[in-house]
């Protein structure tokens, strides 16, 4: 008897728990005098969040690409330039309210969880593909897909390839990409359940394996698709000697930022700053009139994701300040500002990157 009533107890316990009410919740009950709402600070079980520890840095530590131009590079004067990087930049503005306050790390595709798990950076930005393990066994929790991408091949035009190519048609090549990669995986189960004979060398960095490339000791080079054009574009010595196959990517390749998991205040802000850009685009709110669409109307929507004065924003609730996404498309720009100019000028299309209302994968939640 004693024992069901224990167990009673248990369950209606864990039905309380899991029908919310928990501590940190901004919850609204309505009472016969109307809706009330209560909003708590966010708590964290579990420890400090990094959210605590980068505003009292006052510097947001993020981990980047620097061999891939459009998405992470350095320009001639030695600054981190590219999609990816403006994507840290973003999240500090949203942060720190200041999109310069970023310590950017170049990682190699092989350095670059053990940098998330050590601790050494808050953020990765480094066209990452997420992947069920990567989500799992390594401990990472990905924001929302920033660029969504597809692995191919790349191969000289003066062996016979074209970009009608297929991927039978690397029966005895020597293939090349870079280790740590989910690139190095996807080429083998492909080639391996179509029968072809390849030889599959890797290395640390893809600098090296276009150098191989380039010296004749690679026949195809393999990575994702924006990859390829991005160095396509910077490192083929004559337009036309390179070409780009299979048509149809020989894998899925969801490209995006990556923090450290078990700290949802952190990826909370991490995410919430990319569906800002995402909602901005969508809502005609760019860098240059987001003044404007902050005031006109400060009600709505854009209102509230804004901050503008007496919306019912809800960043706070995330500790955040009331303008964290204001600031970020006001210094950074909003997703189309930014695909437009890293990333259209490599002559990447939208494609699966244009927003839903375009036909796109590109979704966010509603800020309400
Ligand atoms: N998206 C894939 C591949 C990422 C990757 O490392 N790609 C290459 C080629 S685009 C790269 O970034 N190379 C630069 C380097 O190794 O420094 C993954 O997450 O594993």
């Known amino acids: 008897m004693t ?3 224990v167990l009673l107890l248990v369950v209606f316990a864990l039905v309380a728990a899991a029908c919310g009410g928990a501590s940190g919740e901004s919850t609204t009950s309505t009472t016969a005098a109307g809706p009330t709402k209560t909003t708590a600070a966010p708590a964290q079980t579990g420890g400090e969040s990094l959210l605590d520890t980068v505003v009292a840095r006052g510097v947001l530590k993020c981990g980047v690409n620097e061999t891939l131009p459009g998405f992470g590079s350095k320009d001639s004067s030695g600054n981190f ?8 930049r ?3 503005a949203a942060v720190l309210g200041d999109a310069t306050k970023v310590e950017f790390t170049a990682l190699t595709a092989a350095q670059r969880f053990e940098a998330v798990s050590s601790g050494a950076i808050d953020m990765l930005s480094r066209n990452t593909t997420w992947t069920q393990s990567r989500d799992g066994e390594l401990g990472l929790t990905f924001a929302p897909t920033t660029y969504y991408d597809g692995q191919q091949v790349m191969a000289r035009t003066a062996d016979g390839f074209d970009s009608g190519s297929t991927l039978e048609d690397l029966e005895g090549a020597i293939v090349c990409t870079n280790a740590g990669t989910t690139t190095e995986k996807n080429i083998k189960e492909a080639l391996d359940a179509l029968g072809v004979n390849f030889t599959l060398t890797t290395f640390e ?6 150098q191989n490339f380039k010296d004749g000791a690679c026949d195809a080079v393999t990575t994702d698709g924006s990859g390829l054009v991005s160095r396509k574009s910077t490192d083929e010595p004559n337009p036309g000697d390179w070409v780009i196959f299979p048509k149809v990517p020989l894998s899925k ?5 990556a923090t450290k998991q078990g700290d949802a205040l952190w990826s909370d802000a991490v995410r919430w700053t990319i569906y800002a850009m995402f909602i901005a685009e969508e809502n005609g709110v760019t860098s240059a009139n987001v003044d404007d669409m902050r005031a006109n109307p400060p009600t709505g929507e854009i209102g509230r994701l804004l901050g503008s004065d007496g919306a019912d924003e809800k960043q706070t609730a995330m500790g955040l300040s009331a303008d964290a996404f204001y600031q970020v498309i006001k210094q950074v720009g909003n997703y189309g500002e930014l ?8 002559g990447l299309e939208r494609g699966l990157n244009a927003l839903w ?10 800020a309400r």
């Not at 390749?253 to 930022?257: A, F, I, S, T, Y």
């Not at 695909?339 to 490599?346: A, C, E, G, R, S």
């Open 339 to 346: 695909f437009d100019k890293h990333l259209t000028v490599l």
């Open 205 to 210: 960095d893809f600098n090296i394996v276009l």
């Open 90 to 92: 973003a999240v500090a």
């Open 253 to 257: 390749e969801p490209l995006g930022p």
């Open 3 to 5: 024992k069901r009533i």
């Open 357 to 366: 209302t375009n036909g796109g994968l590109l979704y966010a939640p509603p």
């Open 81 to 88: 330039v590219g999609f990816d990087t403006d994507l840290c």
